[in-house]
């Protein structure tokens, strides 16, 4: 069956430190895979995605992420975190005109 | 311009009663999506819309239904509705097809008591 995964439900981060939260993808043929934040008591917010090209992918908010084919995965990154980047974070994949999310990653940005 | 709109944004109701959410899509948006957002089940898909024809559907049971009128506004239906249909619903809406991405809207918050 198709799927992403999420592997750490919490990581937590110092301020100004580098960011990663995890996501590792099980979807045939070529999958188009995106990054969505969601803050308390608010809907998703789109950050990024990755369809075909650079492995790079540069979103919102400084966020990043890079495709690795060989590895299934796709990690969210952040040179650099903020207070203001803690959140709900899931990473998500389209599948028959419908995109499936994986479980969540809660990111806590410590001052 | 406007984003997604999904209204009331809380709303509780009783055991046995029904509910109707409210989704009114960016303009040009013709899908319309539905989520329920539960701590222990995460996001799961409901249905999508698309020029009032349901063209997916998730593994919920029929007491979720769901349409969409011709000016792409959707209403979703619970019927029925039990302690667990407790949840954050989202409704997104895409241009056409939803492979490249949704814009969600704040969602409609459903305590059942």
């Known amino acids: 069956a198709q799927s992403v995964a999420q592997p750490e439900d919490q990581v937590n981060v110092a301020e100004g430190n580098p960011l990663t939260v995890k996501c590792t993808y099980s979807?045939?043929?070529?999958?188009?895979l995106f990054w969505y934040v969601q803050y308390p008591n608010r809907g998703l917010q789109f950050l990024l995605k990755y369809i075909t090209g650079d492995n790079l992918v540069k979103g919102s908010y400084g966020f990043e992420a890079e495709f690795n084919k060989s590895q299934t995965s796709f990690h969210l990154k952040k040179p650099s975190a903020l207070v203001s980047d803690s959140a709900l974070y899931f990473c998500a994949y389209s599948s028959a005109s419908k995109i499936i999310f994986g479980s969540g990653t809660r990111l806590s940005i410590r001052p | 311009k406007a984003g997604v709109t999904q209204t009331p944004r809380y709303l509780i109701k009783t055991r046995g009663q029904q509910v109707t959410l409210s989704c009114s899509p960016i303009?040009?948006?013709?899908?319309v999506s539905w989520y329920q957002q539960t701590p222990g089940q995460g996001l799961q898909f409901l249905f999508e819309?698309?020029?009032?024809?349901?063209?997916n559907k998730g593994n919920f049971p029929g007491r979720f239904s769901g349409r969409q009128f011709s000016n792409s506004r959707s209403e979703m239906n619970v019927s029925t509705l039990e302690l667990g249909d407790s949840a954050l619903y989202l409704c997104?809406?895409?241009?056409?097809?939803?492979?490249?991405?949704?814009?969600f809207g704040s969602g409609t918050r459903l305590t059942v008591v």
């Open positions: 819309y698309f020029s009032e024809t349901q063209r």
């Open positions: 997104a809406s895409s241009r056409g097809s939803p492979d490249y991405g949704y814009t």
């Open positions: 979807v045939s043929g070529n999958p188009y």
């Open positions: 303009s040009g948006h013709r899908s």
